[in-house]
């Protein structure tokens, strides 16, 4: 006698309840982060009241260009097609998560899961992130130089010793003849895999000029977010000079673990500044209007497209 077949409505049941969590755990930790910030983001508003707010709009619609230009390079990432308004959905929803949790993962883990329910593999959705990733970083190198070329005598490199190059080239010589093995040949198909990657994006012109263009515009319209705002403040510096100090503050930034950058880049960015002959009160505007509109004011939104996202299934 055969037994009866089992019914999915327990499994369906257990799902339910486990996206409503998510779902809740969402809002509650936006209720948190809003109830918590929430003195920083009056102060914010009342500081920057007395601005020109055509400039503020200028530097709010740069910041909700931002979402777009993520999507356009995270598109060029992949050879595949993926589902438009999901994808911007996601890169806002990323955005937020990225300043919940230290160091990108936030985002990081928001676009692979995205990727994945997209029909991509792990193993391609690692590494379409990581296209994107290096993509970002060379179109802000370049800008920097590009910038620094424009604005000489801003940035001072350091000096660095040729022992310590040397030092460093000798380590990466040894860890490379010392690397063997499954483990060895495991990264030889992760690097293999990641090329095969990027020469399937750079067969197609489009997808190419989706990765390269959307990375640039990402970099520039963050730049042009605190442009706006500085110019909105009366900061006392020339457009180029401030787009170059907030990429190489935000660039320096990066190599501290906190959410979103938060702490770090306020410090670098305002330290920057006023290295570079900006007042300290104009500078401490400028990065904080350039924090409400890039993180304060779309971030309980964020969250709640993110729990919505949960919910759905979309990620």
């Not at 486990?18 to 755990?25: E, V």
């Not at 010793?161 to 040894?174: D, I, Q």
């Not at 706006?228 to 100090?245: F, H, Q, T």
Request: aromatic share 4%; hydrophobic share 60%; with cysteine.
């Amino acid at each position: 006698m055969t037994s009866p077949p089992i019914t999915a409505a327990p499994a369906a049941r257990r799902r339910t309840w486990w996206h409503t969590g998510a779902l809740l755990a969402v809002l509650l930790c936006a209720a948190y982060l809003g109830g918590r910030h929430w003195p920083l983001v009056a102060d914010g508003v009342g500081r920057l009241a007395a601005a020109d707010q055509g400039w503020l709009l200028v530097g709010a619609a740069a910041a909700v260009a931002t979402w777009a230009c993520s999507a356009l390079a995270q598109q060029g990432a992949v050879a595949e097609r993926l589902p438009g308004r999901r994808l911007l959905a996601a890169q806002f929803a990323a955005s937020a998560a990225n300043h919940v949790l230290p160091a990108g993962l936030g985002a990081g883990a928001v676009n692979l899961r995205f990727l994945m329910r997209c029909g991509l593999p792990a193993c391609r959705s690692a590494s379409a992130l990581g296209v994107k990733a290096a993509a970002g970083a060379l179109a802000r190198a370049v800008m920097i130089a590009v910038l620094a070329a424009v604005c000489p005598g801003v940035l001072a490199l350091p000096r660095v010793p040729g022992t310590a190059v040397a030092a460093v080239l000798a380590v990466a010589l040894a860890s490379t003849v010392l690397l063997r093995g499954p483990l060895r040949s495991r990264c030889g198909r992760v690097l293999g895999a990641v090329l095969a990657d990027v020469r399937a994006v750079h067969r197609r012109p489009h997808r190419a000029a989706a990765l390269w263009g959307g990375s640039l515009a990402f970099a520039t319209a963050h730049c042009l977010v605190v442009v706006a705002v500085a110019r909105a403040v009366e900061l006392p510096l020339d457009a180029p000079r401030v787009a170059l100090l907030y990429l190489a503050a935000s660039s320096a930034a990066a190599l501290l673990p906190t959410p979103g950058g938060l702490g770090s880049l306020d410090a670098a960015l305002a330290f920057a500044l006023t290295a570079a002959g900006a007042p300290g009160a104009e500078a401490a505007s400028t990065v904080l209007g350039y924090r409400l509109l890039t993180v304060w004011l779309p971030l309980v939104p964020g969250l709640l497209v993110l729990g919505a996202l949960i919910r759905r299934r979309a990620l």
